[in-house]
């Protein structure tokens, strides 16, 4: 995508006057010293008629992100986008998980002319639900969120605190995630409770919205009799549902792990998996997320033994990036690994985030 040239001085530079070479010179430096104006490339023209000069950033979730030096960075309704215009270098995403890559250059109202290696592809709007920059930069490709949760019961003399971290990144032909959740709980004459969970996730993106997702996890619930449990797993997903508003995914596959209890001794266990994921996000001021997933777990080693995981995550902005939301979780086993530990857990916390 990216060429590396060797600079080279041409033949006529090397003739010119040493005047000239001074006039050259400030030219140059008078051109870097206008970054805004150069960043101010891109054109979003609008149903009204109306046209918007800043550098797109991206669209998803029925939002457009553009960067202007007046403005700062704004958000416009993609149904109350025309058409749009830049030479920088993007990836299109349709609802039937088709993708594009390519500039975009003048086309007729309601489409995009996608144009790449010299051909035009022509998009029609209404089945664009993802625009993503292609960057160059490893920093500017991450994306990722950070929440803090408390809470504090002065009847039960109960305390609770949280914290989630979650960085990703996606490129053309991947995406790769890496995330963090702890939730402890203090309570007078009794041990210290926890749940902790983290990993790495990896999905390599198919045709046609399917996906092929690869997992490695720690995970540690004191309330289910486990000290740790390591895992690795795989399979083949597919989102069955991808619109501007929402996308509902469903997958499954296998996983293998090894579980260390707080009381007994450490096995190994091979389980299937079958799990879904529904995103719905509204791009009216203040944007919401809401985010929830459900994964069960049959074991293939132990006979009778499942698990379930459930997690649900609201958040609301209440400043630029900065968010309030709630989470809730349930975690189920129904042969737990400590054998007298419990088979249920489940929580609720308040947090507030910062998105980035």
Known sequence: ???????????????????????????????????????????????????????IKGMEYGRLQVSTTTMSTVYVEWDKVAGLLSPRFFEFELMNGSRYYGSLEPADADMLGVAFEGQITTLDMARVVRIRRIKSSFWDRLDGS?????????????????????????????????????TITLQPDQPDQSRTTGGVSYRRLLRNRWFVPGTGRLERNTDLGLDLRSSVGGGIGRNVVQTNRSVLGAAGGLVLNRENPVEG??????????????????????????????????SLNVGGRYRTDFSLTLSREIVKDFTIGATAYDS????????????????????????F
């Not at 010179?25 to 023209?45: K, M, N």
């Not at 190994?268 to 985010?291: H, L, Q, R, S």
């Open 1 to 55: 995508m990216h060429r590396i040239m060797r600079a080279a001085i041409p033949p006529f530079v090397a003739r010119v006057t040493p005047a000239a070479r001074v006039a050259l010179l400030a030219l140059c430096v008078l051109a870097a010293g206008r970054p805004a104006a150069a960043a101010d490339t891109d054109v979003v023209v609008l149903k009204n008629g109306d046209r918007l000069h800043g550098e």
């Open 146 to 182: 950070i929440s803090l949760g408390a809470s504090y019961a002065r009847s039960s003399e109960i305390g609770q605190g949280s914290l989630s971290v979650s960085i990703g990144t996606r490129r053309p032909a991947f995406e790769f995630k890496t995330d963090f959740s702890t």
């Open 265 to 298: 001794d450490t096995t190994t266990n091979v389980e299937a998996f079958v799990g879904t994921t529904y995103e719905f996000f509204t791009y009216d001021t203040p944007k919401t997320n809401i985010d929830t997933t459900f994964v069960l777990f049959p």
């Open 332 to 355: 189920y086993d129904n042969k737990p690994p400590g054998g007298s530990s419990s088979t249920h857990d489940f929580g609720f916390s308040l947090n507030i985030g910062w998105t």
